[in-house]
Structures are given as C-alpha cells and as structure tokens.
C-alpha cells in the first residue's frame, strides 16, 4: 500500500471516495493484526483501482475505533460511499476476505 493525502478525516475519505474504502483497524501490538496485513496488502495490489484500502491504528486513532464501536481488532470494514457494508472482526484468510469484498466491487 502506498501513502496517499488523505482528506482532513476519516468521514471525509469514506464519503467522498469514488471506489469502495476497505478499513482495516489494528494496532502494532496485536499479533492477528500482523497475521492479516499481508491479506490487506495482497487485496490491495489484486484490486488497485477498484478500491481504496487504509489501515487505522487504534492507539493513534481512538475516536474513529469508537464511532464504529470496534471492540477487537483486527476488524476489517468495508465502506461504499460512506455507509459500511462489509464487516468483520478476526484474521482471515485471503479467500474468505475477497469473497467478502468481490460482491460490493
């Protein structure tokens, strides 16, 4: 994933996105966050284009964890124009996150 100007917040981003935002909440002291980044990443490279993927750190972020009232990590979210439509708490397997996503792309 590379780094991209974000707008000013995280409302901004998922409403004003013209592709699908998949979320994907963790912080760097979680071991099944660290097992699932490389699904994130990989979903990100498959789909490029069709979707936005960001990753918010928990600790840096609080108030975006707590209006989705994410109560373990990692949860992945996925957002089209501004509403989620996918979610999902937990490491995952690669297959089971892209069978999640490809419906809403």
Not at 13 to 40: N, Q, Y
Not at 85 to 104: D, F, S, W
């Amino acid at each position: 994933m590379k780094s991209v100007n974000l707008p000013k917040s995280f409302d901004q981003l998922i409403t004003g996105a013209d592709k699908p935002v998949l979320v994907d909440f963790w912080a760097a002291w979680c071991g099944p966050c660290r097992m699932v980044s490389p699904v994130i990443e990989q979903i990100a490279r498959e789909f490029k284009g069709q979707l936005i993927t960001i990753k918010v750190n928990v600790d840096k972020k609080p108030h975006v964890a707590a209006k989705f009232e994410i109560q373990s990590i990692p949860t992945i979210m996925l957002f089209k124009k501004g509403q989620p439509v996918m979610r999902q708490a937990g490491a995952m397997p690669y297959e089971t996150l892209k069978a999640q996503i490809l419906p809403h792309l």
